[in-house]
C-alpha cells in the first residue's frame, strides 16, 4: 500500500519537487495551467496536501501551487516561523515557482502571516483571499479548543485526532463518508507528523503567531483586492470574526453554508463556488 500523503494526493493533476527556498528545503505542487494561484495551508501537520479536495477543480483553470510551510508536511524547519522568516521564505518561494503576481489563498492561521506579507510586498500579488483567518478581528481560542488541542499535543493519539476533527468539521460522520480512502490516508498522515518534534515546535509557534490580531493600520495597508471566505458554522474562529472585519475593512465576504473551519473538505462544491465568487470581483481595490 502507498504511503499515506501519497493515497492523499493519488490522482491529482500535480507533481511534487523539493527545492531550497532561503535555505528552506520546502515541498511544493505544482499542476495546472492558466494565471498562478497559490494555495497556503493553515497550522495542520499535514502541509498541503490538506488542499487536495480542490486541487484538480482549481487547476482546470490556474497554474496552481501549493507549497507546505516549513516545518509542516514535508518541508524542513526553519529556527522560527514568525512573519519575518515567512515573508523572507514566501518571496523567495514566489521568485523560485515563477508564480509571478499570483492569487493567494490562505488558510487559517495562515491569513495572519498573508496579511502581513500583503501589506508589506502586495505588488508580489494579484490578489488576496483571506479564508477563515483569525488575525484580522479580535481573537481568543475558545475553551473548548484549547482543551482539545493540549490534549492532542501532549497524547496524539487517533482518539485525541478525532476529538479535534470534530471540532473543526461541522458533520465528521458525513465528510468522512464522502471519501473514505482519502479521510483514512488524510488522519494516518496527520498523526505520523504530529509525533516529529520540529512539527510540534512548529505548530506551537503558529498558534502563539497568527492567533494575535494584525492592526487595522496594517491590514489598511494592503493594496490589493482583498476578499474574505468562511464557513458559516466555524466553531474554531467564529464567522462573527470575518463579519467584523468585512465592515470594518470594506472586504466582500463569501461564506459557505453547512461547513465549519476547512469548508474545502466539507464541502468542496460549495467551498469552490465561493471561491469562484471572490475571484470574480474587481481587480481594483
Not at 474574505?228 to 470575518?242: A, K, Q
Request: aromatic residues 6%; contains cysteine.
Amino acid at each position: 500500500m502507498k504511503p499515506p500523503r501519497e493515497r492523499m494526493l493519488a490522482g491529482l493533476p500535480v507533481t511534487e519537487r523539493r527545492i531550497q527556498v532561503a535555505g528552506v528545503s520546502t515541498a511544493v505542487l505544482e499542476g495546472g495551467h492558466g494565471p498562478p494561484l497559490l494555495l497556503l495551508h493553515g497550522g495542520i501537520e499535514c502541509g498541503g496536501a490538506i488542499w487536495a479536495p480542490a486541487i484538480a477543480r482549481l487547476a482546470e483553470v490556474h497554474s496552481v501551487v501549493v507549497p507546505d510551510l516549513p516545518g509542516l508536511g514535508e518541508s524542513e524547519p526553519v529556527s522560527r516561523l514568525d512573519a519575518a522568516a515567512f515573508s523572507e521564505w514566501f518571496a523567495e518561494l514566489l521568485r523560485q515557482t515563477r508564480a509571478e503576481k499570483p492569487v493567494l489563498i490562505a488558510h487559517s492561521l495562515a491569513g495572519h502571516l498573508a496579511a502581513r506579507f500583503a501589506a508589506d510586498q502586495g505588488d508580489l500579488l494579484r490578489r488576496l483571499v483571506i479564508y477563515a483567518g483569525p488575525g484580522i478581528g479580535p481573537y481568543r481560542l475558545p475553551l473548548r479548543l484549547m482543551v482539545i488541542a493540549a490534549r492532542f499535543s501532549v497524547r496524539p493519539s487517533a482518539r485525541n485526532a478525532e476529538r479535534f476533527d470534530r471540532f473543526a468539521v461541522l458533520d465528521l460522520d458525513r465528510t468522512r463518508e464522502r471519501d473514505q480512502e482519502w479521510w483514512e490516508a488524510f488522519s494516518r498522515y496527520t498523526l505520523s507528523q504530529a509525533v516529529v518534534p520540529h512539527v510540534k515546535r512548529t505548530m506551537t509557534e503558529l498558534i502563539k503567531t497568527c492567533t494575535k490580531r494584525v492592526p487595522d493600520a496594517d491590514l489598511r495597508r494592503i493594496s490589493i483586492p482583498t476578499t474574505l471566505v468562511w464557513g458559516r458554522r466555524d466553531r474554531m474562529v467564529p464567522l462573527s470574526l470575518g463579519e467584523g472585519a468585512a465592515a470594518r475593512l470594506d472586504w466582500p465576504l463569501h461564506v459557505v453554508e453547512d461547513a465549519a473551519h476547512v469548508p474545502h473538505v466539507e464541502q468542496p462544491e460549495g467551498f469552490l463556488r465561493a471561491l469562484d465568487a471572490a475571484l470574480a470581483g474587481p481587480l481594483e481595490p
